[in-house]
C-alpha cells in the first residue's frame, strides 16, 4: 500500500475510534436523558394584585413598591406621590434581599449583622439591610420578592404591608 | 480698601439684588404625574393594546423629571423590553415629542442627528409625552404590542392621553 493510502487508512481508523468514543461517551452519560427546566414564576397579574393589596393594608400612606420575579428583576413597580429620591430604590432592593435571601428583609438584617459570620453578605449589590421587603413563596420555592418603602409606620409597617399583598395572592401559588 | 468703600461696594450688591426683587421669589408650581394617574395611564395604554390582541405589552410611565413613576414588565417580555419601554417614555419626555417623530427628525445626515448621542434616549417609535398644554409633565413608553413601533405607539398614546385628561 502506497504510503498516502496507509496514511489515509489510518486516519480513517482513527476517525472511527473518535466516533465510538463519542457515542460510547453520550450513551453513558446522562444527557441524552436532560430536560429542560419549568419554573414557577410570579406574573404581572399576580405582581398587580399584590400591590393592590398592599396599597389597602396601607393606606395612611402613599408608598413606593416594587414586586420582583424568580431571578430578581422588578416585574411591577410605582413610586408613591411626594416619594423622597430615595424610596423607589429601596423598594426595589428591600424585594430584592427578600427574594435572594428565601426571609424577610427584617430577618436577614439580624443574620447579617456586624457580629456575625455572614455580615459579609451585606456587600453584595442590590440587598439592603432595611425591613419591609417580604420573598414570595411557592411553597419551598421563591418566585418573587415585594419590597415597600415609604410607610408612614416605617419598617414594620412595610413589611405587614408586603405580607398583606402576599395574602391576597397565597391561594395560587400552589 | 477702606472699611467705607467695603460697605458701599457692599450696599450696591443689596441694591443690586433688590432691583431684581429676590425678595418677592416664589416656589415654581409644577404640575406632576401622581401615583394614581401613573396607574390609570398603564391601565389605558393596556386596553388600547387589548383591542389588537396585543395582551403582553411591557410599560413604563415616566414623570416630569424624566424619572420612572411606574413599570409593569410583561410575563414573555425579552430582556431588553423593560429598558426600551423606559427610554422611550424618556425620549418623548425629553423632546416632548413621540419617539417616533423624534426617531424621525433626528436620523442620520439631518443637523439633529447629534442628539442622539445623549444618555437614554432610544430613536424608536412607542414613547408618548403626557402633554398638559404646553408643558410636558411626563412620558409614557410600550414595548412588545404586536404591532411594531405603530402599534406600540398607539397604546403608549393612550396611556399619555388618559394621564394628561385627568391633569387638567
Redesign the interface.
Same mark, same amino acid.
Given at each position: 500500500m502506497p504510503t498516502s493510502l496507509k496514511l489515509l487508512a489510518g486516519g480513517v481508523s482513527a476517525l472511527a475510534i473518535g466516533f465510538a468514543t463519542i457515542a460510547l461517551g453520550a450513551a453513558v452519560t446522562p444527557m441524552v436523558f436532560a430536560q429542560t427546566l419549568t419554573q414557577k414564576n410570579i406574573?404581572?397579574d399576580q405582581?398587580?394584585a399584590v400591590v393592590q393589596g398592599a396599597m389597602e393594608a396601607c393606606k395612611d400612606s402613599?408608598i413606593s413598591i416594587t414586586v420582583v420575579?424568580r431571578d430578581g428583576? *422588578?416585574?411591577? +413597580? *410605582?413610586? +408613591?406621590?411626594g416619594a423622597n429620591p430615595h424610596n423607589?430604590e429601596l423598594s426595589r432592593r428591600k424585594a430584592y434581599t427578600a427574594r435572594t435571601f428565601r426571609m424577610p428583609s427584617a430577618d436577614w438584617i439580624k443574620r447579617t449583622a456586624p457580629d456575625q459570620e455572614l455580615y459579609g453578605q451585606r456587600q453584595l449589590r442590590e440587598v439592603i439591610p432595611l425591613g419591609g421587603g417580604m420573598p414570595i413563596m411557592a411553597g419551598e420555592e421563591a418566585i418573587g420578592g415585594v419590597g415597600i418603602s415609604g410607610a408612614k409606620g416605617g419598617q414594620p409597617a412595610e413589611e405587614a404591608c408586603s405580607k398583606a399583598g402576599i395574602a391576597k395572592i397565597q391561594g395560587q401559588l400552589s | 480698601m477702606s472699611r467705607m468703600s467695603q460697605t458701599l461696594i457692599g450696599m450696591t450688591g443689596a441694591a443690586a439684588l433688590a432691583a431684581f426683587s429676590f425678595a418677592h421669589a416664589a416656589p415654581l408650581m409644577e404640575k406632576n404625574i401622581?401615583?394614581?394617574e401613573? $396607574?390609570m395611564g398603564y391601565q389605558a395604554a393596556l386596553a388600547e393594546c387589548r383591542k389588537t390582541n396585543s395582551n403582553d405589552i411591557t410599560v413604563v410611565v415616566v414623570?416630569r423629571a424624566g424619572?420612572?413613576?411606574? $413599570?409593569?414588565?410583561?410575563?414573555n417580555a425579552a430582556p431588553h423590553n423593560?429598558d426600551l419601554a423606559r427610554r422611550k417614555a424618556y425620549t418623548a419626555r425629553t423632546f416632548r415629542v413621540s419617539s417616533m417623530t423624534w426617531r424621525d427628525r433626528s436620523a442620520a445626515n439631518t443637523p439633529a442627528a447629534g442628539q442622539r448621542l445623549l444618555t437614554d434616549v432610544i430613536p424608536l417609535g412607542g414613547g408618548f409625552p403626557v402633554m398638559v398644554g404646553e408643558e410636558a409633565a411626563g412620558g409614557v413608553g410600550v414595548s412588545g404590542s404586536r404591532g411594531g413601533q405603530p402599534g406600540d405607539e398607539a397604546c403608549a398614546k393612550a396611556g399619555a392621553e388618559a394621564i394628561a385628561a385627568d391633569m387638567r
Open positions: 406574573s404581572l405582581a398587580i402613599s420575579d428583576e *422588578v416585574r411591577f +413597580a *410605582v413610586r +408613591a406621590n423607589f | 401622581s401615583q394614581e401613573a $396607574m414623570d424619572q420612572v413613576a411606574l $413599570m409593569a414588565r410583561s410575563n423593560l
